[in-house]
């Protein structure tokens, strides 16, 4: 069944840019069917949406992380991508990435999510 | 954005009991409200998917309703693998948003 992986430094200094890539085996990214994205959880917290990105390209943002944040697909390797700028320690979380399903087209919901990866903000 | 809340914030229960979760919108999202588990260090998992449809593997234990501003996720009789931290999180609109879960504890 599909599967997604999360890679990307777990180490990251302040006012640097955090990188993350997510791998889809099992499956294919350029399904019409889903989208893809990113979902992160700080330490002890509850879980946050980042954003969600199509096989297009086109790609929609929480506005909390104002123009900090871009996410990118690559068909050619079946993954896409994450970059988060400017961060601070603040955003320090595990980051998972998911698949959204739409069910009748209407209902999204993340129905495969990855392990997740600890990203830690610090100098 | 729309603001979820839960309710209780944590539970203890026991084998076999009947438990409800409630989650509140801030503004009505029609029934575009999914449910998940997380458990200790692992990612979550969706169970409940436009409030009452129940996602394939999930057991029928599992049931959701409600519609509008007011859900609910009822487990009929909670065996030893669900004690865990449940999460409501609608797609009426974005930014999709996560209530802050309920943590269902062993008595």
């Known amino acids: 069944q599909l599967q997604l992986q999360e890679s990307g430094p777990g180490l990251v200094k302040p006012s640097e840019t955090l990188s993350l890539t997510c791998t889809v085996s099992?499956?294919?990214?350029?399904?019409?069917?889903?989208?893809w994205g990113w979902i992160r959880q700080p330490p002890g917290k509850g879980l946050e949406w980042m954003g969600s990105?199509?096989?297009?390209?086109?790609?929609f943002y929480n506005p909390s992380l104002k123009s900090r944040v871009t996410m990118s697909v690559d068909t050619s390797k079946n993954q896409f991508s994450l970059k988060l700028t400017s961060v601070t320690a603040a955003d320090t979380a595990v980051f998972y990435c998911v698949r959204v399903a739409a069910y009748q087209l209407l209902y999204y919901y993340m129905d495969v999510w990855g392990k997740g990866t600890t990203v830690t903000v610090s100098s | 954005d729309i603001q979820m809340t839960q309710s209780p914030s944590s539970l203890s229960a026991s084998v076999g009991d009947r438990v409800t979760i409630t989650c509140r919108a801030s503004?009505?999202?029609?029934?575009?409200l999914n449910w998940y588990q997380q458990k200790p260090g692992k990612a979550p998992k969706v169970l409940m998917y436009a409030a009452s449809s129940l996602q394939r593997g999930v057991p029928s234990r599992f049931s959701g309703s409600g519609s509008g501003t007011d859900f609910t996720l009822t487990i009929s009789s909670l065996q030893p693998e669900d004690f865990a931290t449940y999460y409501c999180?609608?797609?009426?609109?974005?930014?999709?948003?996560f209530g802050p879960g309920t943590k269902l504890q062993i008595k």
């Open positions: 999180q609608q797609s009426h609109s974005t930014p999709y948003t």
């Open positions: 099992g499956g294919s990214i350029s399904s019409s069917s889903y989208y």
């Open positions: 990105v199509y096989y297009s390209g086109t790609a």
């Open positions: 503004q009505s999202i029609s029934n575009y």
